[in-house]
């Protein structure tokens, strides 16, 4: 499975800090990009989500696709909120946002791409039913 894009942000911040430190990098800019509250606020999200998907497939189960697109759904409205109260959202996070929330129920033998058909939506952007950002 992919990493989890606030792992990397905060993989990203640490580097930069890292250089504004050596010298090498005049200002942190990613410490302005992915602040501390929504970067964490996403993370437990995610978590959750992965949760939420695991559940779905423990012991072997076939979740219908009723159930793959609530707790996806979840995941999204709750992004949406932490970016209404903090902003950060920009093309880059939303872009691997998306991927993460298509590669989680991929990353569990979910077809996806088969649910995308079924249901209408573009595949790769399972997201995007409820995305505000």
Not at 14 to 34: M, P, Q, R, S, Y
Request: hydrophobic share 45%; with cysteine.
């Amino acid at each position: 499975m992919m990493t989890r894009p606030s792992l990397a942000w905060r993989e990203t911040k640490k580097d930069v800090a890292a250089e504004v430190a050596a010298g090498t990098c005049e200002e942190n800019w990613a410490e302005h990009l992915w602040p501390d509250a929504p970067v964490e606020a996403i993370d437990a999200v995610l978590a959750d989500y992965e949760a939420d998907v695991a559940a779905l497939v423990a012991d072997g189960a076939v979740p219908g696709d009723a159930a793959v697109l609530a707790v996806a759904e979840r995941a999204v409205t709750r992004i949406n909120a932490v970016d209404h109260e903090h902003g950060m959202i920009e093309t880059t996070e939303r872009e691997r946002l998306c991927e993460y929330i298509q590669a989680v129920p991929e990353a569990h033998g979910v077809d996806v791409t088969a649910m995308a058909e079924r249901h209408g939506f573009d595949d790769g952007d399972l997201a995007g039913l409820w995305r505000d950002w």
